[in-house]
Every structure is written in structure tokens, then in C-alpha cells.
């Protein structure tokens, strides 16, 4: 049995509720390939499986003068400016020369998918910036972080000047849609194993995060195991909350993701010594007498405030005694999902 139809990448004809943000990448090609063209730069925002990239693909098939790059795997400026010309330098200003001679030369619209991924976002935007000033070809940019934006340098973001395209959540009503479009595609004898009321659980469920994604992975779950019961969906639910946890926690660069291992690590050991439920940063300089200080101090903030894992409070020992910081995790929730991630 052919799965394509439920894939996440399957090519449908009809692109349904992504005409607005369509037309506005569109115009962008139309403007540049005019006799007198002109420049827009975009950034497409939206939450994971929103139809960012399924979308831009739809245009890069109608307009071959494109240069796509995915930063899922290359996550560093210099490897993806690497990438656009295929130059093998490692110096900066060299690859950036080089970058912007082919770039002068190709004029095609340069596309960055992922950004989100991108483990050093400001040197990337300082890098498009000169290449913008250079060749003034446009670029679009794609992620699902809309704060990304903020660690631009203020010069980048008035070169550049990113028009933002959003991409809604989808609702339940369109997650059905957009599902029922995909079953049509699939033989009559199998679209018709989908009963009503479990597409409608799947897409009530899929809507609490309004991606298309997560829609389609519970029916091509149902499919695969031949059970379409309510009972199931659940299954298929919590099977699919643990990849997509997996999944974020495999976003983080290595510093991050070790540095959450061991606070994961040092939390378990206290437990197991019947210890008191939470660390102190002089916990981890112990464990990681290779950070500095102030590197501690920086990963436990993003820890708490980009990520939402953990919780600190300041604590003060009493008279003369100064204060110390309480870490730990935001919720048990969060504990249970890291336990499969990181056994103890």
C-alpha cells in the first residue's frame, strides 16, 4: 500500500489556504525578473508544519532562478554561505568575496530554510547583509521562530528589511480539508477505512498545534497499523509527543544538549543521595569544572527562558551570607519526557 498521499511532502495540485502568503513570494520573482527589478527580501514565519516549505516549493517549481539551502544539517554562517557558490575556503572574507562574484553573476534568489536551526543566526544575518549591499539579489528567509529577527544588528535589519509573511496555525476545519485532500488521493477501497469521527479527533488533535505535519502522521499512523479506533489515535498521540520532544531537544547545538544532560545527570544523583530536589550553579561547576562560570550562567538562562525546561530562584543565605540560585526543572512533565531522552 502506497503511502505518498499521507506524506508530508506529497505534490497536490490544489494549494489550499496558502494563496495570500503564495502571492506575496511570487511577486517577489515577478519584481526581480522585470526589466527594471527590484529587490524584496521575506521572511516566512510559522509553527511547524504551518506549510512554509511546502508552499515555497510550489514556487520554486514555477521559477527555476532559485538557490535553495536547508540549514537542517550545515548550521553554521560559514557553511551555509559555503554552500551557495559550492567555494571550499575557510576564511570569512574570502568566502563572502567569492559568494558575492557568483551571486553576481548567477543573479538568482537565494533561499534559506530553517533558519531556526542556524547555530550562530547574528553572523548569518551580518553575512546577508554585505551580500544584499553587494548583489542586490533578493533573499527569503524561512523558520518558525519569530524572534530570530532579534539578534539581528540594527544596520542588518534596515539593509535587508524583511517583510514578514505568516503563516497562521491551521484550524481543525482546515486540517480536514487538507487531510480529506490527501485520502482522495489514496484507492477508494482504503480512503473509505478512515471513519469521520476519528479524522475529525485527529484533526481536533493536530489543531492544539495547527500543523498539517502532525495531522498527517497520525493518519499515515492508522494506515500503517490498519487500526483507525479512537483508542489508537491516542497511541499513535503519545508516540508522537515523545518523537516531537526528541526532536526539539535534537535542536539544541551540543553545548546546549550536554550541558541539559548533565543537569539531568546531577538532578538524579541528588535525588538518589536523598538530597534536597533542586541544584545550585555551584552543582554544575562542580560537575563541569570545564565551564566558566559566566558560560554556566548563560546556558542555565536559555535553559529557563528559550526553552522553558528549568525554573531558578534567587535565594539568600541570611545575614553576610549572600545568595545563591535554585535550579530546577519547570514541571514533572518535563522531568518524565527527559527521563526517555536521558535515562538515568
Known sequence: MSMKPLMDGFNTNDLLFRKTQLES???????????????????????????KTFTMEKVMAQYPEHIYISAATRKRSNQIISLIS??????????????????????????IDELNRVEDPKDLFGDLN???????????????????VNSMEED???????????????????????????????????????????LRFICATAARSGSARKALNLLRGCYTDDKFSLDHVGI?????????????????????????????????????????DFLTSQDIQNARPDLHKSKISQLITEMEEKYCLIKTEWVEKGRGGGRYRKISFSNQEVLDKLEEVFPA
Open 156 to 198: 542588518a535589519k534596515n539593509t535587508l528589511f524583511l517583510k514578514r509573511v505568516i503563516f497562521a496555525r491551521y484550524n481543525a476545519l482546515e486540517l480536514r480539508d487538507l487531510c480529506l485532500q490527501r485520502l482522495r488521493e489514496l484507492p477508494e477501497d482504503l480512503s473509505r477505512k478512515m471513519e469521520d469521527g476519528t
Open 86 to 111: 559550492s567555494v571550499n575556503v575557510r576564511k570569512t572574507d574570502i568566502l563572502l568575496e567569492q559568494t558575492i562574484k557568483f551571486l553576481k553573476k548567477e543573479k538568482k534568489v537565494l533561499i
Open 236 to 276: 499513535l498521540m503519545d508516540q508522537e509527543e515523545c518523537i516531537d520532544f526528541e526532536t526539539f531537544i535534537q535542536s539544541m547545538n551540543e553545548t546546549q544538549r550536554i550541558f541539559l544532560r548533565d543537569l539531568k545527570e546531577q538532578y538524579d544523583l541528588k535525588l538518589r543521595r536523598g538530597e534536597e
Open 25 to 51: 513570494i511570487e511577486k517577489v520573482f515577478e519584481r526581480y525578473r522585470a526589466e527594471d527589478p527590484i529587490a524584496t527580501n521575506l521572511i516566512l514565519i510559522g509553527v511547524t508544519g504551518a506549510g
Open 130 to 148: 554585505t551580500i544584499f549591499r553587494e548583489t542586490g539579489i533578493p533573499i527569503i528567509l524561512i523558520t518558525n521562530n519569530p524572534l530570530i
